[in-house]
């Protein structure tokens, strides 16, 4: 006997309730239309549980030693070794232990109606969840749905891939001990960050990319720095190196990678970081006319093209424009104001840097990769502004020769790179690289995205001796 089936309407639904979806849901019940939220796994989302807060808790305490470590005088207080287990415990708690109480109780605060199971769309405004117990609730949508379902981890078809059972984030990021030795694939951001923290909890780490260098998306200064970096703390960078092939002869003992060429590699776990893909697959998209498993394009209010009625949203990974938390919250910010607005038939400023164009995705999206030593960009690299037309010019300078970084730690290690327009005068760009240079990029988000011209950001005077006296010499080098 089937269980029951359950008829609901609201004004707004949103499908997914990671940092996205919590934010649309916010803004949409916040401005008074009944939301309701559907979460097939544990509020908060992929990246309170599997991504960037395990990560960065992973990464923090290795990283809190060396800061010490690195001045002396303060050096010999820190001889000792991590505690692996405490970091271990000290995860645990930022993740509440993959218990979501905490982010259902801001839900009720917060006035939003959670629906537990797996969405799907089933026509014009309507949802079908498919609850854990076995029934189905049907929802209706007054005014818009949203699509909030984030990414998951593309694993490559590889021979052997099934019997190596390998990692994805998810497992690297919850791993209860350090492997012995980890080969982690790919140098993208997730490859990188993840190779710093377990070589710094113990385990023999061997990075496998494909190119010359990681975070390839950055520039190259950053991919090089990186990787010396990681080597310096005992890493095996390889760049150039394809695995052809894995094999796992028995459930408990070790991996084989074969790479192309011919060369093996022996480890007792391998992490795919191989990049995302959307969590489309199995939504409905289909009773809208879109292909399942598809990227979900949408217009500057991160409303879905070419869907009658214009009911459709999608912010956050799924879309594709940026897939960082922060970027996600900022769309869920904009699609929010766009659904209030639209349903009180008001106005839509869609426009660039209007209220509902999340217009900072393609012009100003920050990133830090919370490596040793952490590298920050925003905005375009020097080829990616001349691929696009701009005449630029790249400036660079040692953040290491700036008082306030050898104040900071000795022997600090770092490069800095802006990238200026010349026919508008303003950056377009910004790149940091050295230990804790992520504290440096919000400057650059505001000049990047606010257009500081050139001659009023020499005006913004940098402290003595902190490490943002960079941006004076960076001004300085550029006026020659
Ligand atoms: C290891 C790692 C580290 C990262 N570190 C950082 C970082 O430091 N900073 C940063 O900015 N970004 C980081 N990211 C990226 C970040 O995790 C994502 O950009 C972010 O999680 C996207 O948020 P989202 O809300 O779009 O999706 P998610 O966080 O993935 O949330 C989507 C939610 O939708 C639910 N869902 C999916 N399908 C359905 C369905 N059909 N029905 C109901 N619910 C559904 C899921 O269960 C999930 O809860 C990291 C990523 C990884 C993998
Ligand atoms: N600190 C942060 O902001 C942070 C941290 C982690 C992840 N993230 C986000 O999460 C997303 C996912 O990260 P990611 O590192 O998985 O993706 P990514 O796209 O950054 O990197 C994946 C890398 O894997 C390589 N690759 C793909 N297939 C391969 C194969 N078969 N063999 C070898 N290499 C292969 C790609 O060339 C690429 O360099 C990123 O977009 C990133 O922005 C952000």
Request: contains cysteine; glycine residues 12%.
């Given at each position: 006997m089937s269980e029951p089936s359950e008829s609901?309407?609201?004004?707004?639904?949103?499908?997914?309730?990671?940092?996205?979806?919590?934010?649309?849901?916010?803004?949409?019940?916040?401005?008074?239309?009944?939301?309701?939220?559907?979460?097939?796994?544990?509020?908060?989302?992929?990246?309170?549980?599997?991504?960037?807060?395990?990560?960065?808790?992973?990464?923090?305490?290795?990283?809190?030693?060396?800061?010490?470590?690195?001045?002396?005088?303060?050096?010999?207080?820190?001889?000792?070794?991590?505690?692996?287990?405490?970091?271990?415990?000290?995860?645990?708690?930022?993740?509440?232990?993959?218990?979501?109480?905490?982010?259902?109780?801001?839900?009720?605060?917060?006035?939003?109606?959670?629906?537990?199971g797996h969405?799907r769309?089933?026509?014009?405004?309507?949802?079908t969840v498919a609850a854990p117990d076995g029934g189905t609730v049907d929802?209706?949508?007054?005014?818009?749905?949203?699509?909030?379902?984030?990414?998951?981890?593309?694993?490559?078809?590889?021979?052997?891939?099934?019997?190596?059972?390998?990692?994805?984030?998810?497992?690297?990021?919850?791993?209860?001990?350090?492997?012995?030795?980890?080969?982690?694939?790919?140098?993208?951001?997730?490859?990188?960050?993840?190779?710093?923290?377990?070589?710094?909890?113990?385990?023999?780490?061997?990075?496998?990319?494909?190119?010359?260098?990681?975070?390839?998306?950055?520039?190259?200064?950053?991919?090089?720095?990186?990787?010396?970096?990681?080597?310096?703390?005992?890493?095996?960078?390889?760049?150039?190196?394809?695995?052809?092939?894995?094999?796992?002869?028995?459930?408990?003992?070790?991996?084989?990678?074969?790479?192309?060429?011919?060369?093996?590699?022996?480890?007792?776990?391998?992490?795919?970081?191989?990049?995302?893909?959307?969590?489309?697959?199995?939504?409905?998209?289909?009773?809208?006319?879109?292909?399942?498993?598809?990227?979900?394009?949408?217009?500057?209010?991160?409303?879905?093209?070419?869907?009658?009625?214009?009911?459709?949203?999608?912010?956050?990974?799924?879309?594709?424009?940026?897939?960082?938390?922060?970027?996600?919250?900022?769309?869920?910010?904009?699609?929010?104001?766009?659904?209030?607005?639209?349903?009180?038939?008001?106005?839509?400023?869609?426009?660039?840097?209007?209220?509902?164009?999340?217009?900072?995705?393609?012009?100003?999206?920050?990133?830090?990769?919370?490596?040793?030593?952490?590298?920050?960009?925003?905005?375009?690299?020097?080829?990616?502004?001349?691929?696009?037309?701009?005449?630029?010019?790249?400036?660079?300078?040692?953040?290491?020769?700036?008082?306030?970084?050898?104040?900071?730690?000795?022997?600090?290690?770092?490069?800095?790179?802006?990238?200026?327009?010349?026919?508008?005068?303003?950056?377009?760009?910004?790149?940091?690289?050295?230990?804790?240079?992520?504290?440096?990029?919000?400057?650059?988000?505001?000049?990047?995205?606010?257009?500081?011209?050139?001659?009023?950001?020499?005006?913004?005077?940098?402290?003595?001796?902190?490490?943002?006296?960079?941006?004076?010499?960076?001004?300085?080098?550029?006026?020659?």
């Amino acid at each position: 006997m089937s269980e029951p089936s359950e008829s609901r309407a609201f004004d707004v639904i949103v499908i997914g309730a990671g940092p996205t979806g919590e934010n649309v849901a916010d803004r949409t019940a916040a401005a008074g239309l009944r939301t309701a939220i559907v979460e097939s796994e544990l509020v908060g989302g992929d990246c309170s549980y599997w991504a960037c807060i395990p990560s960065k808790a992973l990464l923090r305490p290795p990283a809190a030693l060396e800061a010490a470590r690195a001045v002396a005088g303060a050096r010999h207080a820190a001889g000792g070794q991590l505690d692996v287990a405490a970091v271990l415990a000290r995860r645990d708690g930022f993740v509440s232990d993959w218990q979501d109480d905490g982010q259902v109780a801001w839900l009720e605060s917060a006035g939003i109606e959670l629906i537990r199971g797996h969405g799907r769309l089933a026509g014009e405004r309507r949802v079908t969840v498919a609850a854990p117990d076995g029934g189905t609730v049907d929802l209706t949508a007054t005014h818009a749905v949203a699509v909030c379902t984030g990414s998951a981890a593309v694993v490559p078809g590889l021979p052997g891939v099934a019997e190596a059972r390998p990692w994805t984030p998810r497992e690297a990021t919850g791993a209860r001990k350090a492997p012995d030795r980890l080969a982690i694939v790919g140098g993208g951001v997730v490859g990188a960050e993840m190779a710093a923290a377990w070589s710094a909890l113990g385990s023999k780490v061997t990075l496998l990319m494909r190119g010359e260098r990681p975070l390839p998306r950055m520039e190259p200064f950053a991919g090089d720095l990186v990787a010396d970096g990681l080597a310096a703390r005992g890493v095996d960078v390889r760049p150039g190196a394809s695995v052809a092939e894995l094999r796992r002869a028995h459930a408990t003992g070790p991996v084989t990678l074969t790479l192309e060429g011919g060369e093996t590699l022996e480890a007792d776990e391998v992490l795919f970081a191989t990049g995302r893909k959307p969590r489309t697959e199995d939504m409905g998209l289909e009773t809208v006319g879109i292909e399942p498993g598809a990227w979900l394009d949408v217009d500057e209010t991160l409303r879905v093209r070419g869907v009658d009625g214009g009911w459709l949203y999608c912010a956050g990974d799924t879309n594709r424009r940026a897939l960082l938390t922060h970027q996600g919250k900022y769309q869920a910010r904009v699609a929010g104001a766009a659904i209030v607005a639209r349903a009180a038939g008001g106005p839509i400023d869609d426009g660039p840097w209007g209220e509902h164009a999340a217009t900072a995705d393609t012009v100003g999206a920050p990133q830090v990769v919370f490596t040793e030593p952490e590298a920050a960009s925003v905005g375009l690299t020097a080829q990616e502004a001349e691929r696009a037309g701009r005449r630029v010019r790249a400036v660079d300078y040692d953040l290491g020769n700036v008082a306030g970084a050898s104040l900071f730690s000795d022997d600090y290690r770092g490069r800095a790179r802006i990238v200026v327009d010349l026919d508008r005068e303003v950056l377009v760009g910004a790149t940091f690289v050295g230990p804790q240079a992520g504290d440096l990029l919000h400057a650059a988000t505001i000049a990047v995205t606010a257009e500081v011209p050139i001659a009023r950001l020499w005006h913004a005077v940098p402290c003595f001796p902190t490490v943002s006296e960079i941006w004076l010499r960076l001004l300085e080098t550029l006026r020659g």
